[in-house]
Each structure stands twice: as C-alpha cells, then as structure tokens.
C-alpha cells in the first residue's frame, strides 16, 4: 500500500433512552422503542425502500461505484458522492437509474445502476488486531486468494508479497490490491466500512477447518487526513505518552483475607519498585471489592464496593490502603460457594473512568482476584444477567482485558472447580488469547508469586513502549502476556495515527491468516442501526417472556401459536414488516437466515422445543444474556455513528459481533 495517508473519523456520540415495547422484524423500519407511533397517512409503507427478493423484511440496498454522481432525477446533473456509500433502494427506474436513499425514511435522488454494486448481506469485516499474527494481503480476485492458500510454500509468499507491498515493488502478475494497516484498526473506537459483497463458506487447506473467504469493499467515512503511522515511517512520537490503568477486583468473602493480604505484599514491593520513575508515573491501579447478594445475610455488608477509583496518582499509599481495607472480610457466610464475582467485574468495566477525564488510559487491565465461580446469571442471588461470554465481549470492545486468578482451593472441589474455570476462561480472553491463571491447592506461595508476574508485567509494556528494557524476559513472562503487550501498543498506535482500513479497494481476504488457520484476520459482524437492535431486543424479549409462561412440553405448541399472533398483530402495521407465517424461533429475525452464522433459535420447530426441556433452558438462558448486553448498547452512546449527515437518530449503526447474535 503506496498511499500515505490515512483517514481519521470522531465519533458522532448521542444518547436517548428507548422505552421497550414489544417489536419483532429485525431489519424493518423503526421498532416501537424508537418511533412510538406511525401514521400510514403520514409515511405510507410505499416511501420504504424496496425489499429484496423473496423476504418479508430485507431492504434492497446497494454500495456507490467511485465516480458515482447523485442526481435529483435522470435527466438532471448531480453531485459526486463518495465511492462505497450504502443507499436504500427506492425504485428501480428505466434506463439502468435507481431511486435511493441513504436511509429508510425517503428517497433523496438518482444514481445510475452501472455506479453501485448490489449489497445482498448487511455485513462488514473488522481487522482483528494483529499481534501474533502477520499482516493480510488483500488480493484482488477469489482465484488469486486461493491459489495463495494452496500454495505448498504459502508461508514464505506472504512475506514475498508483503515485502513487495512495503516497498512499492508489486506487480500486476501479485494480483495483490492493499495490505493490512501494521498497527490495530479498532472498529469500536473508529468506525470503518469494509463492507462484505460477497462470501463463500468453505474449509482451509492446511487443516481442513471452516473458513470464510469474503469479498469486500472499503470505505472510508471521512475526507481528511491523518498524521503518517509508525509503520509507514512516520516518528514514534509521545512513546513516553502511554501509560496503564489496572483495576483490581477482590473477592472479599470469609475465606479470602490471607490472599488480599499477599496481593498487598506483591503490590508494596512492585510500587516500591517503580516509585520516582517515569514507568511509576504511568501505571495507576485502583481496587473494587466484591462479595455476594447482602440481602441474603446483612453481615454480608455489600455486593460490591470501590475502595479505590482509578485515577492518576502521584502517590499510590492510597491503593496500598485499600488492599489492606479489604483484608477485612466479611464476617457472614455468602449464600453458597459461588460469589458475585461478575458484579464485580462489570463495576470495573463499566463504572471506571477508562478516560481519564479526557486522558484516556491507553493499557486497561482488569485482575480478578478469588476461589469462588461466578453465580449464573439465572441464580436470584445475582445482580445481572448478563453471562461471562457478554461482559468479556463488551470488555474487548471498550480495550479492556480481564485477567483472572483463580485459587482452586480443596473447599471448591473439582466439579465447582470445572464449573468455574470453564466460565473464567470465557470471560478472561483477549485479542484471542486466554488470560485465565489457575492457582493449584490455593497455594499461598504461588498466588503471591503470580500476582507478582502479572503486575511485573503489566509495567514491563510501558516499558517496552518506552524503549525500555523489560525486568521479566519472555520467558518468565509468557508467550500471552508478552503477547498482549504488543496487542494493547498496537491498539494505541492506531488510536494515535488514526489508522485507517485501506483506502476505496475492492478485494478477496480470508477470515482465518493465509499461513495459521489457528489466527482470525477478519472477524464478519452485522452493521446494525439502532432501529434495528432495539426491534431485536424486543422481538427477544418478548420471546423470553412467552417461553416462561409456556415451560412444559404440553405448551410448546401454545407458545409457537400465541408467538405467531403477536406476529400476525405487528404484520398489520406498516411500520413493522413481518413474516407472520414464522415456522421456527428465528423466523422473525430473517437477516439470520442470510449470515454466515449458525444462529442458536433458526432451527428451532416446535417439535424441537417439545422435546427438550434442558435445550429449551440452555436457549432461554443464552437469549436472556444476549438481551441483557443488547439493552446495554442501546443506552450506550460510544456505540453509535452518524453514516451520513443528518442521519436520524435511529439510523446510526453499530458493527455487531456475530457470537452476541441471538
């Protein structure tokens, strides 16, 4: 990739509060919990966007050609409009013209045919961050992708080729159109498109594994340059800039008192360590302590309390402190072995101020610290019901990596122990690295020395940032830590440069690297609007709701009628384009259907949910999570972005990731 210059876009950041109302056509125009009400008269169904062939709820949409000209009609000069640029389409006019809209609230003007390319699935693509993995090439044809992957040497060609691409020495004969941006592209904190046009399912050479080889298309949303990244020459410029936050969540329960008060042992010596440096003025900690529902037994004191908030600090005495205030557990026994633990942690996720008040922490750490499994998100002694897999995706998207020690002491015995690994590790993962460490016998020795490896490390990547040499060699590190290190700078090199997807390109990539079907490249998400989530949310919602009061197999044929009903009341509304002849669970989510997803409610018939009494819980218990996490972005306004200007409120989107898909 010759081109220099990368294109930055800020986050256009809103936030309205939608009443949830029971909505069901994921992909039709705005659900209840956005438009209250809808006047036919006013905005008759016939001012939507044409539906695609075959659904009852898909809008035909399309991607503008570079050169493409919006016109008021045919006949009429227009203006340019930026290539890659999604529309709705109106009307499908003589002459090769189409009628579009850049969202599904009215046309606004002409585009010829030959200038946009069809847009059948409203998915795009999102670079994964590339530590421990090489850089994509982007080829130019599925034939030439390939023949890269089937290639016996196929190793030592990417390196071939991107060597050339670093150098300017590609050729046509390469078929090669980009290359991946060295630093992270972080979809979350910089919207970009690279939309999917085309995708074939099929397996990897090397080891026979599924693999998704998409077609796909760049698009920048702004015009306006940015400074030149590290990687494309450019001066490594403010290194001394990135600092930590590392949030500790301590499980403050009976049992825990000798290990809070190794964890202050291991801190003192670490921050004793760094104090006066310049790597001591770039990590700062803060403490969340967290026990179990104190409803249950008021000696329980508290679910969760911070002891002390992140902030940058001078002096860390403060945090010492608070570690030591921890020491003092609680004096009642919690309602079983399992604890709060998630309550905890999303406290740390969502109630730290990662940004510092405008100073953002470039590293966010989260350590949990316990003995106990998490309680299940079901269990009435927890806070929330959002599950581990939830809260680890809505982690990674805001940076955050949790990090988790679990003491596997001979209290918990070995099915709690499983029960509680199995949970941690979904919850402790990262730029798909796991980040779960398992203390044998709970013993105390051990503990204090992984506490110690874990902060050591922490600081050694402001170290490594710095130019600095690391105290711990990898190692001692680890392959994972060292690992994230690299991760988390990349990350904060992109946010820096504002590294960009490549620039107007269409081409062929893999999901999986070319060389190690083990690393994702590409990970497909679902460009949602908030339209279209909040009727997602509420179609699962009431869907949750239907199931509960209809458990026994005898009313599983109730359940399917009386969801139809709802189906068939919402159809008579033009507002709400439904499929009121729905024969599975996900019949009224039809984009399903289309996704190279294998979605956990489609296949769902009502013999199937006659059947099973355990498949029917597990579905019910995955959905009400997912709906949990759903409302959460909702009412989240980083999540959101403004495609084109003017866009209502309801029409800014969100790139989705498919594991949270229902």
Same mark, same amino acid.
């Given at each position: 990739?010759?081109?220099?210059?990368?294109?930055?876009?800020?986050? =256009?950041?809103?936030?309205?509060?939608?009443?949830?109302?029971?909505?069901?056509?994921?992909?039709?125009?705005?659900?209840?919990?956005?438009?209250?009400?809808?006047?036919?008269?006013?905005?008759?169904?016939?001012?939507?966007?044409?539906?695609?062939?075959?659904?009852?709820?898909?809008?035909?949409?399309?991607?503008?050609?570079?050169?493409?000209?919006?016109?008021?009609?045919?006949?009429?000069?227009?203006?340019?409009?930026?290539?890659?640029?999604?529309?709705?389409?109106?009307?499908?006019?003589?002459?090769?013209?189409?009628?579009?809209?850049?969202?599904?609230?009215? $046309?606004?003007?002409?585009?010829?045919?030959?200038?946009?390319?069809?847009?059948?699935?409203?998915?795009?693509?999102?670079?994964?961050?590339?530590?421990?993995?090489?850089?994509?090439?982007?080829?130019?044809?599925?034939?030439?992708?390939?023949?890269?992957?089937?290639?016996?040497?196929?190793?030592?060609?990417?390196?071939?080729?991107?060597? %050339?691409?670093?150098?300017?020495?590609?050729?046509?004969?390469?078929?090669?159109?980009?290359?991946?941006?060295?630093?992270?592209?972080?979809?979350?904190?910089?919207?970009?498109?690279?939309?999917?046009?085309?995708?074939?399912?099929?397996?990897?050479?090397?080891?026979?594994?599924?693999?998704?080889?998409?077609?796909?298309?760049?698009?920048?949303?702004?015009?306006?340059?940015?400074?030149?990244?590290?990687?494309?020459?450019?001066?490594?410029?403010?290194?001394?800039?990135?600092?930590?936050?590392?949030?500790?969540?301590?499980?403050?329960?009976?049992?825990?008192?000798?290990?809070?008060?190794?964890?202050?042992?291991?801190?003192?010596?670490?921050?004793?360590?760094?104090?006066?440096?310049?790597?001591?003025?770039?990590?700062?900690?803060?403490?969340?302590?967290?026990?179990?529902?104190?409803?249950?037994?008021?000696?329980?004191?508290?679910?969760?309390?911070?002891?002390?908030?992140?902030?940058?600090? =001078?002096?860390?005495?403060?945090?010492?402190?608070?570690?030591?205030?921890?020491?003092?557990?609680?004096?009642?026994?919690?309602?079983?072995?399992?604890?709060?633990?998630?309550?905890?942690?999303?406290?740390?996720?969502?109630?730290?101020?990662?940004?510092?008040?405008?100073?953002?922490?470039?590293?966010?750490?989260?350590?949990?610290?316990?003995?106990?499994?998490?309680?299940?998100?079901?269990?009435?002694?927890?806070?929330?019901?959002?599950?581990?897999?939830?809260?680890?995706?809505? $982690?990674?998207?805001?940076?955050?990596?949790?990090?988790?020690?679990?003491?596997?002491?001979?209290?918990?015995?070995?099915?709690?122990?499983?029960?509680?690994?199995?949970?941690?590790?979904?919850?402790? %993962?990262?730029?798909?690295?796991?980040?779960?460490?398992?203390?044998?016998?709970?013993?105390?020795?051990?503990?204090?020395?992984?506490?110690?490896?874990?902060?050591?490390?922490?600081?050694?990547?402001?170290?490594?940032?710095?130019?600095?040499?690391?105290?711990?060699?990898?190692?001692?590190?680890?392959?994972?830590?060292?690992?994230?290190?690299?991760?988390?700078?990349?990350?904060?090199?992109?946010?820096?440069?504002?590294?960009?997807?490549?620039?107007?390109?269409?081409?062929?990539?893999?999901?999986?690297?070319?060389?190690?079907?083990?690393?994702?490249?590409?990970?497909?998400?679902?460009?949602?609007?908030?339209?279209?989530?909040?009727?997602?949310?509420?179609?699962?919602?009431?869907?949750?709701?239907?199931?509960?009061?209809?458990?026994?197999?005898?009313?599983?044929?109730?359940?399917?009628?009386?969801?139809?009903?709802?189906?068939?009341?919402?159809?008579?509304?033009?507002?709400?384009?439904?499929?009121?002849?729905?024969?599975?669970?996900?019949?009224?989510?039809?984009?399903?259907?289309?996704?190279?997803?294998?979605?956990?409610?489609?296949?769902?018939?009502?013999?199937?949910? $006659?059947?099973?009494?355990?498949?029917?819980?597990?579905?019910?218990?995955?959905?009400?999570?997912?709906?949990?996490?759903?409302?959460?972005?909702?009412?989240?306004?980083?999540?959101?972005?403004?495609?084109?200007?003017?866009?209502?409120?309801?029409?800014?989107?969100?790139?989705?990731?498919?594991?949270?898909?229902?």
């Amino acid at each position: 990739m010759t081109d220099k210059e990368r294109r930055m876009t800020g986050w =256009q950041a809103w936030m309205r509060r939608a009443a949830v109302a029971v909505g069901l056509a994921l992909l039709a125009p705005a659900p209840a919990a956005l438009a209250q009400t809808a006047d036919p008269a006013a905005d008759p169904a016939a001012d939507r966007p044409l539906l695609m062939d075959g659904t009852a709820t898909l809008y035909q949409r399309v991607l503008t050609r570079p050169g493409a000209v919006l016109s008021p009609d045919p006949a009429a000069p227009g203006d340019q409009v930026p290539a890659f640029q999604p529309f709705y389409v109106y009307d499908r006019g003589p002459d090769g013209w189409l009628q579009v809209g850049p969202g599904t609230r009215g $046309a606004t003007g002409w585009i010829a045919a030959a200038d946009t390319v069809d847009w059948r699935q409203n998915i795009v693509a999102a670079f994964t961050n590339p530590a421990g993995r090489t850089r994509q090439v982007l080829f130019a044809t599925e034939d030439a992708l390939r023949r890269a992957m089937e290639d016996e040497g196929v190793a030592a060609l990417e390196a071939a080729l991107l060597n %050339r691409a670093d150098n300017g020495l590609l050729t046509p004969e390469d078929q090669v159109v980009a290359v991946e941006p060295a630093e992270f592209v972080n979809i979350r904190e910089q919207l970009y498109l690279l939309p999917i046009l085309d995708f074939t399912e099929d397996v990897h050479p090397l080891n026979y594994d599924a693999n998704l080889l998409m077609q796909i298309a760049s698009v920048p949303l702004r015009e306006q340059a940015a400074p030149l990244s590290v990687a494309d020459g450019g001066p490594e410029t403010g290194a001394g800039d990135f600092d930590v936050g590392v949030v500790f969540v301590l499980d403050t329960t009976r049992s825990m008192g000798p290990y809070i008060a190794r964890t202050q042992r291991a801190l003192s010596r670490i921050i004793g360590q760094i104090r006066g440096t310049d790597v001591g003025e770039r990590v700062n900690f803060g403490v969340i302590g967290f026990r179990d529902n104190p409803a249950a037994d008021p000696g329980i004191e508290y679910r969760t309390r911070t002891l002390a908030p992140l902030i940058r600090r =001078q002096d860390q005495t403060d945090v010492l402190s608070a570690v030591l205030e921890a020491t003092d557990v609680a004096t009642a026994s919690t309602p079983g072995f399992n604890e709060d633990s998630m309550a905890g942690v999303q406290d740390a996720i969502e109630g730290t101020d990662w940004e510092g008040g405008g100073d953002r922490f470039d590293g966010r750490y989260v350590i949990l610290v316990t003995d106990a499994g998490p309680n299940d998100p079901g269990d009435p002694d927890a806070r929330s019901p959002i599950g581990p897999a939830e809260l680890q995706a809505a $982690a990674e998207e805001k940076g955050i990596v949790v990090l988790t020690l679990h003491l596997l002491t001979e209290e918990g015995g070995e099915a709690q122990h499983a029960y509680a690994e199995g949970r941690y590790r979904a919850l402790s %993962r990262y730029a798909d690295r796991q980040f779960y460490f398992p203390i044998a016998g709970g013993a105390a020795d051990a503990f204090e020395d992984t506490v110690t490896r874990l902060v050591t490390a922490l600081t050694d990547h402001v170290r490594t940032a710095r130019g600095e040499a690391a105290v711990l060699d990898p190692d001692m590190a680890g392959e994972d830590l060292v690992e994230l290190g690299l991760a988390v700078r990349l990350a904060w090199l992109g946010t820096r440069a504002g590294t960009q997807a490549p620039d107007v390109i269409e081409a062929w990539v893999s999901e999986k690297t070319l060389a190690d079907p083990a690393k994702v490249a590409f990970e497909p998400r679902l460009l949602v609007t908030k339209n279209e989530l909040a009727t997602m949310a509420d179609y699962i919602g009431a869907l949750v709701d239907l199931a509960e009061s209809t458990r026994g197999s005898a009313d599983a044929g109730d359940f399917f009628a009386q969801l139809q009903d709802v189906m068939a009341r919402m159809a008579q509304n033009p507002d709400r384009l439904v499929d009121a002849e729905a024969g599975t669970l996900g019949a009224g989510l039809e984009f399903l259907e289309r996704l190279p997803y294998r979605s956990q409610i489609m296949d769902m018939t009502p013999d199937r949910w $006659a059947q099973s009494a355990v498949e029917r819980r597990q579905i019910l218990d995955g959905l009400r999570q997912k709906l949990e996490q759903y409302r959460r972005w909702l009412l989240d306004p980083g999540v959101w972005t403004a495609l084109h200007d003017g866009a209502p409120d309801g029409e800014h989107v969100f790139a989705m990731p498919f594991d949270i898909l229902p």
